[in-house]
């Protein structure tokens, strides 16, 4: 290889329905989870791979064009896990340039675009230089060792990662959702920016509270059966138990990190009056709109496409302003990874 290579990638983020928190050795996930993937709220990036004299790969990152060294080792231990795969990355050197359509470390997870559209990069140079087909099932399980839920950003649609007690799943990489019914295949997520600053305590070290958490295994059996059960509702197309199950699910994942040691809040009172809010709306209108919370203060409105007139005229007056210079990201399901080509 003589010239430059390069690779240009979007890959979106995702956001949990059932919720991964807690882990084992090497990105094992202690229960397993299922997300849908976005499409506005992504991470684009280009590498341009070239020869390296090191017997390691060696890399810079731009962030919105600016050099990142500090993004550097999180990269760079990525790469170490990915020369698993690809041995060709050792005496490569690879210049990442990379911005996102969201704000990063804010509880939107802006780790699993990243690594996601990194992965594709590496996998799609790969695919170039072995004339071997795109493999997204190895992209998956790379893109897991470098942040646990990057590996649902792999794929479009509702994602399962981790293993289920009939069989289906991986703790290795994620596999599509297959069945899902047509009232699911058109989700809004409405993610109001009630808080964009940095978030005070990181998802690893939230993971690393769950191992001596005293609610842990409760917690892991409790998601091994939504999993399950948020399967079934899928295929069955009731939103109302989606909405049930999903709204406690978020309050749990909250729940786990008031009651860690030392036990830390991340919500904001904001978070809280948009629930109070969307609450009484429901109750008053019956309308199926539900909320989720990745490890953030900013909430996620989700909802059917069928509802959107009713959410933008009756609900969204009503708590925009509680958003950070009145922010949404007006976000939906999307079809997830797509290869971007110059010129
Ligand atoms: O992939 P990580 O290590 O950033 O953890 C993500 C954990 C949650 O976003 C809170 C839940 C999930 O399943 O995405």
Redesign the pocket.
């Given at each position: 290889m003589s010239e430059p290579i390069t690779a240009h990638w979007h890959a979106p983020s995702?956001i949990?329905i059932v919720?991964?928190?807690g882990k084992f050795h090497n990105q094992i996930p202690a229960n397993p989870?299922i997300?849908f993937t976005l499409t506005l709220s992504y991470t684009d990036t280009k590498v341009t791979l070239t020869e390296a004299k090191e017997q390691l790969p060696t890399a810079d990152v731009f962030y919105e064009g600016v050099e990142k060294p500090d993004f550097l080792p999180k990269v760079l231990k990525f790469l170490d896990h990915a020369m698993a795969f690809y041995p060709w990355l050792a005496s490569k050197h690879l210049k990442i340039e990379t911005r996102n359509t969201f704000p990063h470390s804010s509880g939107i997870?802006s780790?699993?675009s990243a690594i996601a559209a990194l992965a594709c990069c590496i996998e799609d140079i790969h695919s170039l230089l072995t004339f071997t087909p795109f493999d997204r099932q190895r992209v998956s399980h790379m893109a897991r060792l470098g942040?646990?839920?990057?590996c649902?950003s792999i794929y479009g649609g509702f994602v399962q990662w981790g293993s289920t007690a009939d069989g289906a799943g991986s703790d290795h990489f994620a596999i599509p959702v297959e069945q899902v019914h047509t009232a699911f295949l058109d989700v809004k997520d409405y993610i109001l920016i009630l808080h964009s600053g940095k978030k005070t305590v990181s998802?690893?070290a939230?993971?690393g509270l769950m191992k001596d958490h005293s609610y842990a295994e409760p917690r892991f059996q409790q998601a091994k059966q939504r999993a399950l059960a948020l399967r079934d509702i899928l295929t069955s197309g009731d939103w109302e138990m989606f909405i049930r199950l999903m709204e406690s699910e978020a309050l749990t994942?909250h729940a786990m990190m008031m009651t860690s040691d030392p036990p830390y809040i991340l919500m904001k009172p904001n978070t809280l009056a948009v629930i109070e809010k969307l609450w009484q709306f429901r109750s008053d209108t019956g309308y199926q709109i539900g909320f989720t919370l990745?490890?953030g203060a900013n909430l996620h409105l989700i909802f059917p496409a069928s509802l959107t007139h009713i959410v933008e005229r009756d609900f969204l007056p009503e708590i925009q302003y509680l958003c950070e210079q009145n922010r949404i990201i007006r976000d939906c399901i999307g079809d997830g990874p797509r290869k971007i080509t110059e010129g």
């Open positions: 995702n949990a919720k991964y928190w989870s997300s997870a780790s699993a942040s646990g839920s990057a649902r998802s690893s939230g993971h994942l990745d490890a």
